[in-house]
């Protein structure tokens, strides 16, 4: 299961098993796994309308600029421990 955060909530995005974050987090120990869920909840599948591409690319940049800057700040041992996985 994956959970997302926002400024006033947090709510399950989808749950999966045997996708490939499972398999970067337990075959091949990669500490830090995620996955990249966009904006739309449903009404839109995959086919984004146009006016909110750009705004959905933005906010998905920042968000794994936020990422890496976050891993980057873990302490050192952190990075040593069994996978984590990550969501954004």
Not at 29 to 43: A, F, H, M, W
Not at 55 to 60: D, K
Request: net charge positive; with cysteine.
């Amino acid at each position: 299961m994956s959970a997302s955060c926002t400024a006033d909530s947090v709510y399950v995005i989808d749950r999966s098993s045997g996708n490939s974050r499972d398999w970067a987090a337990g075959v091949a120990r990669i500490p830090y796994v995620y996955t990249v869920e966009l904006r739309d909840r449903g009404q839109h599948g995959f086919l984004l309308p146009p006016g909110q591409i750009l705004e959905t690319g933005v906010e998905t940049w920042e968000g794994v600029k936020a990422m890496i800057h976050a891993i980057r700040n873990l302490p050192a041992v952190a990075h040593r421990r069994r996978p984590q996985t990550l969501t954004s």
